[in-house]
């Protein structure tokens, strides 16, 4: 079946430092990918989103490239500040109508920043 | 634009009690899908609700049943409520479906006691 898999955190970092979270895809068909982000006590938010090979989707200074070869869509940001501290999510979602709406997640990582 | 607003937001029930959690979509939005979070299996699909069909539908047990009405809000049951049913459930709403972009409530937290 369709997995998501990503680098088990936490990951502790230093306020400016540079962030990248790996994941991993195994997938079926052609899946778009997404990175979600969890704060305590909220639900998910979209953070950002690629939707074919070679895709970069990016926002708020954080950036993924969807790679097809490696079946890869790492986020990453240059510089993290202590608002970063989250959970950070990758998923996936066929792109066809049969899978309708169905995203499936990686376990999540945990992100702390310092000051 | 309202988000996705779900209802309640926390919940203690006793084992072997039923519950109904409630999920209202962003306006407009026609798809209403269902997670369960936890900590020990993460974020699993529960259903999707579509123009108030069932689309998909998660490997869960037949415990967990849920439903759309004609404004797009949907409900959730969970029979027979077991410990391990202690999750906090979300629910996320889309434009159409094959609109891949889910938009999800804050959850409503269940403690099975």
């Known amino acids: 079946g369709d997995s998501v898999t990503q680098m088990e955190g936490p990951v502790t970092l230093s306020e400016e430092a540079f962030l990248t979270i790996n994941c991993t895809y195994t997938?079926?068909?052609?899946?778009?990918l997404f990175w979600y982000v969890q704060y305590p006590g909220e639900g998910l938010q979209l953070l950002l989103k690629?939707?074919?090979?070679?895709d970069k989707g990016s926002n708020k200074g954080f950036e993924a490239t969807y790679r097809k070869e490696t079946t890869s869509f790492h986020l990453e940001k240059g510089s993290v500040q202590v608002s970063d501290s989250a959970v950070y999510f990758c998923?996936?979602?066929?792109?066809?109508?049969?899978?309708?709406?169905?995203?499936?997640f990686g376990g999540g990582t945990r992100l702390m920043v310092k000051p | 634009k309202a988000g996705v607003t779900q209802t309640p937001r926390y919940l203690i029930k006793t084992r072997g009690q039923q519950v109904t959690l409630s999920c209202s979509p962003i306006?407009?939005?026609?798809?209403v899908s269902w997670y369960q979070q936890t900590p020990g299996q993460g974020l699993q699909f529960l259903f999707e609700y579509f123009s108030e069909t069932q689309r998909n539908k998660g490997n869960f047990p037949g415990r967990f049943s849920g439903r759309q009405f004609s404004n797009s809000r949907s409900e959730m049951n969970v029979s027979t409520l077991e410990l391990g049913d202690s999750a906090l459930y979300l629910c996320a709403s889309s434009l159409d479906q094959g609109s891949y972009e889910q938009y999800f409530g804050p959850g409503t937290r269940l403690t099975v006691t």
């Open positions: 997938a079926t068909g052609y899946p778009s």
């Open positions: 306006s407009g939005h026609r798809s």
């Open positions: 998923a996936l979602s066929l792109r066809n109508n049969n899978a309708g709406n169905m995203l499936t």
């Open positions: 690629a939707t074919k090979a070679d």
